[in-house]
Structure formats: C-alpha cells, structure tokens
C-alpha cells in the first residue's frame, strides 16, 4: 500500500513537471535557445575574437641580403605582404628537405597572391651562392616570383636567426651537414610584425612547427587571416 502511494505521488510531481516545462522547452527549441544558458558553458554568447584574434609578438628584424638573381633584399621588399620566413641549407641532410615539402605546400596554397611571399634563408652562405641557391630553386620546382632564397654575410645571418628571431642556428663538425638550425617557420604581418596564435594552454606558441602536419595546416589557416586585416 506504502509503495503504490509512493508511485502515486511521483507520477503526480512529474505530470505537474511536464505541464509546467513542456511548453517553455517548446518554445525555447522554436526560438533557437535550447542550447543557450549559464549552465552549458555560455555556448550561446560567442566570443568577441579575442581567443582566436592572433597575438603580436612584436617587430620582425631587419635584414638585407642577397636573392638567388644577385638582388638585394630586404624587410622593407615585403612591405604591405604576409610572408612566412624560415633558415635552412641547401646541403642539410635531415630536416630541411621536409621543410622544403611544407613551405612548397605553403607556396601552392597561396600562389599567386601578390600579396604573399615566402623568404628562405641560408646559415651557409659559403657553400650558397647566389647561383647554387637559384639551382635549389629550381629543383624545388619553385614557380612564385616572391619567394626568395637569401644569402649573405655569415655573421650577421648568424645574428639575425640566433639574436633577432631567436632561432637556433649553428655550426655543430659532429652532425651531419655541419649545421644545426631550427625548423620552425615565422609568420610575418603586412605592418612587418611577427604573430602568432594561442597554444591549447592559451600561450603564444611564437612560431610555426615546419615539420609538422599540424603546423603546417595551422600557419596556412593564419596567412588567410593576416592577408584579410
């Protein structure tokens, strides 16, 4: 007797519940507001782009070097361009070549946007010429007329990776190639400012991983925003 009234009364709360919030779900489906409230993470109230806005880290470095047609080059050629920089050898035996393969991947996605461009840098200016360089080039298969392969003074392309990107590059006779470098990519601004996105922790993640798949996917989706500001 005890459990049938006990039956009794629940089946009443929840007849009374259904009447009473039925309609206000109804209603909340048909104006689009089911998934909206403080309880569901503020899924309705988006974001005002702060998250996903890229960060400035400050200034890219000035430089003036030497292109692969004995040209000078300089920050000031990309002046009003997205470009994406990076150091690397002609005669590296480990990470380049799987840097050459993402930045060729970078070129295709973006050829013929005059307002893009790629710089490579070498940290072996002895050994690339000017005209060992426009060999590279060439055998890259490289077709965009704004991506450009630098040399020049050794120390100053020294300082200008080590000192003023902060990107590890030096001599090393015990590995392979002479060379060590790293194979991170810098994302440089129309207004010559380097950026960047947020890291899942919400930190700077200051540059691109040229040798992975992921890095590669995240750099290109950021080009496409810095070319619309």
Known sequence: MFK?????GISFIILIFGIYAVPKIVDRIKNGDVVKGNRLDNVGEKSSGGDAKLLTIGKAP???LINQDNVKVSNET???KVYVLEFFFTTCPSICPK????????????FGNPNFGIVSITIDPAHDTPQVLK????????????WNFLTGDKKAIMDLSNK????????????NGGFEHS????????????RCRKDD???????YDGLDKKGVRDIQQDIKILLEE
């Not at 194979?183 to 380097?194: P, Q, R, S, V, Y």
């Open 62 to 64: 000035k430089f003036e």
């Open 99 to 110: 840097m050459n393969v993402s930045m060729l991947e970078i070129e295709k996605t973006f």
């Open 135 to 146: 060999e590279h080039r060439k055998l890259l298969g490289v077709k965009s007329s704004t």
């Open 183 to 194: 194979g991170l990519f810098a994302l440089i601004d129309k207004e010559g400012n380097i």
């Open 164 to 175: 003023g990107f902060n990107l590890y590059a030096g001599e090393n006779a015990k590995v």
């Open 78 to 80: 990309y002046k009003g």
């Open 4 to 8: 049938n009234k006990s039956y009794i």
């Open 201 to 207: 922790f919400g930190n700077p993640i200051l540059y």
